[in-house]
């Protein structure tokens, strides 16, 4: 009867693992797990990317993204304020990264994500400053290349008339309603005229919306002087 | 085992219920049957002992807006001829004779789908709720169910 | 409950122990109500419910695509096989053929999800009966699947990588290596189990002869999977009804005439040499091309149709029943047809007349997972 | 070397009696001190040793075991302990109170006790009994009263079910354990420990009573609730066992106690089997300690291998293997001294 010798057999296993100097562990908080590239860690949000589309907010099964859309007065343009993931529902599906057009969602490694509060594990990407700046930068480059198209096709046409806004006047030389009607107080005015003086391409684009759209150019105008007073505020904090 | 032949089968059953009773209902996906409650078990049986569909493999009701509908999934195993029977009942009174004496294996779709649509199962020995809760009010699968109720009867439970 | 059983010397009693739903050995949040006659099992009630998400519900307010990670929390041991039995119900529904290279990729990462589950089954059938090493070295060697799973799909566990049509993301290439070398030393693991486990007198007087389910029985509860082989019935889906590209492959369906614990142990040591053979095979096939056939970004169902899906789970037969509506994104009602819910039935009947410590026994070897079970 | 520590005890008795102590005062001084160096080395013992299996238990496993604490995680036991004490003491309400609060006590009581007995080294006995064997046997058995007490008292089926496996067991190991040990007493013609020891100085009893050996290892772990037959605390099936409704300090004297037991058992083995104090290079009190760990090692090495066996081959297995192999061992034994004595008569 063979009892007895499958026991032996495997205590020899163990045995031989007893002295084996393999060992299965990570010591974790010194010794960093190795993560695969595809690793799903936090889900990550580009601003600059964002086109605000919604579609990521629809594929996700579990409600974990929403966007906070102002829409800009008068025109139809969405403007991004925030972006919240609530990482609580997550289910690191990877449905919301496939359904993004502007690679705008992405996964980095980081797992270490336990807070103290249900609210905090919410991630919130507020609306950077350079936003308003990097927005009009691209909406000026497209402004630039219709009139660029523009240019090349009155030119084919071969019309008689110039192009206007090379020889505008700036926007200090808008008359003083104008001027209080953009920035209200005499303080804004000058803080106005300081960040136009530093941009032109901004300012030529004010000076544009001026003649065409005043409430658009009042609503720009506002920002840009927010900006500005909270850029100071921050830099008189450092 | 008997050689599956769809037609046979069907004109055979065809004869002994008669066509108020037994409408064939056939799709791109599947051969079925679409009876009537009563003799559901008799067909079940007729299907078991004499073309050898020794496997239930799926029992589940679906709720439509007037009516339930509760289908069987029956398999010649091993092997894979399946046909599927079905049987529409009324949604006021949902009455469905069991077949857990036939197949055993309902008893316990059978409280599941008593559990979550609320259909009874005249004949079912242990007919409990077997997810749920005991104590728990109404039959969650149903279109009807109304979920916002409930979660007001979570939110006040957790409050305490 | 309280029947009185007087004998000639003391009258005793009936008693109920409840297992669970807080029990190491219950595989999640089972309740047993068992009923004592000293150490024998006179009955035992399983009330489930504890892990129950209403998993259906969900289905009829999310998209087709949206459900797919739901699917992979219905058996979270087994990685891939339910979001492949929900993809492709629906594929059937809408009448979408995958590509090619997704058939061969799903087939690999299935036939990994089965090895892992049943990894972990035979681990924690030795954890349940004491033997804490051998579960270590069970969980060893399914770490390298899970490494293998988060290369491919970012997820160790809860994997959703199908999608309907095809898959996520195309295999990484460091991922064939591995899979190669898992392959090539699986037979040595399994010496090592066979040296540990299966060897093991007490371990084999523990589940010979215990919890015995006959052929009969086994078919008329509906039992599938390597429980219904193990009881000498031979059934298995991916042979007999085959789905994606099975038929393509050479692989033998073990059986075992014994219906004991320790036929099912066997058939599922088996049954990881036979998946390694699949993979071996569709590794060797993999075609090139595309990982994800061309579909529309909302899915929608074309006609007023049911559709029944099965396929051959790690714990047995895994359906899905989608109907859909025409038009609709979302299905009408969705229903799992889950192995471990119907075949936990048999627990009690096979438990009847048993030692009480068969009970644990008979759970790990009958391998339900509670998620799946009540949904 | 070999005998510091009897140099020790009469140095503080003859210091004692020239303080003007009689010497019955000064013997029961020493006996105190005595007592309190068995409690330092149990305490001492069991903090190593639960130290020593986590670590091998993570070695056998593939894992480093407690590595945090310390050097080697040395440490780790004790910020146990420390935990441990400072826990809510928990007492439910149903239970059957001073049973509840005083099994515990009683378990770590007698597992001191069976120290008293055990020859450290020759003459390093704290009392050494003619009895000293059976005095042994009975008090370790008492323990199970003790389960039974912590089973009975806790008032939870549970607990009950594990006592009264416990209980079963022991009756059932208790009678091999002891017939397997006959052989022994039969060849050194002694119940005193000193004399079993002293009569291995040539050859050790591991040769001449192999099936013994077996027999009264496997009884011994059965005895202890280790390895595959750690029945009363099953944490698989019976949650807890016994000890489900413990917690904090009286918990951990369950565990002190059990730790105890098992050194106190190897110690045993050793003395019986592997020659006691007897051994070449190191002094004899060093050769006790060491024995008894190698043998503690193979007790932790069996558990960590093994799964669980059920409780009824348990019960079989004694009854139908282990009673008869040691009832044969007896009468190979009777065979085999008469045999001896008849080729020394040639």
Redesign the interface.
Known sequence: MAYGLGLLKGMWVTLKHTFEKKYLVVQYPEQRPVLQERFRGTLCFRFENCIACNLCVNSCPNKVLSLDVAKAEGGNKRKLMAYVIDMQYCMYCNLCVESCNSSALYWNKEFEKSTFDKESIKIIYERPRYMDELEAQREAEKERIRQEKAQAVSAKKDTVGESEISAGPSVAEQPKEILAELAGSEENIAILLQVLAKNTVTHDKLLQMIDSDMEKAKKVALALVRKALKDRHEGGKE | MSAFNWENIFTDLLNQFGEEKLQRQDSRLSQGIMAEAAIVPEVLCILRDQYAFNHLANLTVTDFEDEFEVIYHLYQIPGSQNIVLKSRIKRVSPNMPSVTELFPTADWQEREAFDLMGVTFTGHPNLIRVLLPDDFEGHPLRKDFNRREWQEVISGLKGD | MSAEKATHQLPTDHYIVNVGPQHPSTHGGAHLQTVLDGEIIVDTVVKLGYVHRSVEKIAESKTFTQFIPYTARLDYLSGCLPPLAYTQAVEKLLDIFPTERAEYIRIIMAEFSRISSHLLCIGSLALDLGATTACIYCVRDREQIMDMFEMVGGQRLLLSFLRVGGVSHDLPENFYPAARRFIKELPKMIDEYHAVITGNEILQRRLKGVGRLSTEDALAYGVTGPNLRASGFDYDIRRDDPYGIYDRFKFEVPIDSGGDAWARYLVRVEELVQSARIIEQALDSLPEGDICAKTPRLLKAPENQDVYHHIESSKGELGFYIVGAAGKDKPHRLHVRAPSFINLQVLPMICRGAKFQDLITNIATLDPVLGEADR | MDLWFTNIANYIVQLLMSWGFPYFWADLILLLIQWMCVLAIVVLDVIILIWLERK??G??????GP?RLGPFGIFQTIADAIKLMTKEDIIPNKVDKWIFLTAPLFMIFISVMLYLVLPIGEGLAVVDLDVGLLYFLSLSSLTTICVLMAGWGSNN??SL?GAMRAVAQMITYEVPLILSLLGIVMITGSLRLSDIVAAQSHVWLIIMQPLALICYFIAATAELNRG?F?MPE????L?AGAYTEYTGMRWALFFLAEYTNLVAVSALFVCLFLGGWHGPFLPQWLWIPVKTYVVICVFF??K??????????LMSFSWKVLIPLSLLNIVLTGFGIEIFAWVRGL
């Open positions: 091998a238990a070695f056998i496993q593939m894992r480093l590595n089926k549970w079910m595959p750690d099953a944490e698989q099936e949650t090495w069996i960590w291998t093994f799964p669980r066996i059920r409780m009824d081959h």
